[in-house]
């Protein structure tokens, strides 16, 4: 099992940043996907970035320049930089870790609300 603790959302107006984080604790291991899906109201999850455990990065188009993925192996902690806000951010944003080549080892966070108001 893997438990994954968000941080970092919150509200902010338009044009305004936020960092995320999420912080992975239990059977860990790599090579891993860490990443963040987001859902707005009455919408499906969508990936939003991920991050392998060597540092490779996907970003949906919608948040390419604008968002950025890292992580601190050591730490076993992934972050989302989230710059130039706009409200169709609006999203619970959820935290998840898969093992690479393993099905159905992937776990999710409980997700945290991120508002940006216009």
């Known amino acids: 099992q893997v438990q994954l603790v968000e941080s970092g959302g919150g509200l902010v107006q338009a044009g305004g940043s936020l960092r995320l984080s999420c912080a992975a604790s239990g059977s860990i291991f790599s090579p891993n996907y860490m990443g963040w899906y987001r859902q707005a109201p009455g919408n499906g999850r969508e990936l939003v970035a991920r991050i392998d455990s060597g540092g490779s990065t996907n970003y949906a188009d919608s948040v390419k320049g604008r968002f950025t993925a890292s992580r601190d192996n050591a730490k076993n902690t992934v972050y989302l930089q989230m710059n130039s806000l706009k409200p169709e951010d609006t999203a619970v944003y959820y935290c998840?870790?898969?093992?690479?080549?393993?099905?159905?080892?992937?776990?999710w966070g409980q997700g945290t609300a991120v508002t940006v108001s216009s």
């Open positions: 998840y870790y898969k093992r690479a080549a393993i099905y159905n080892y992937e776990f």
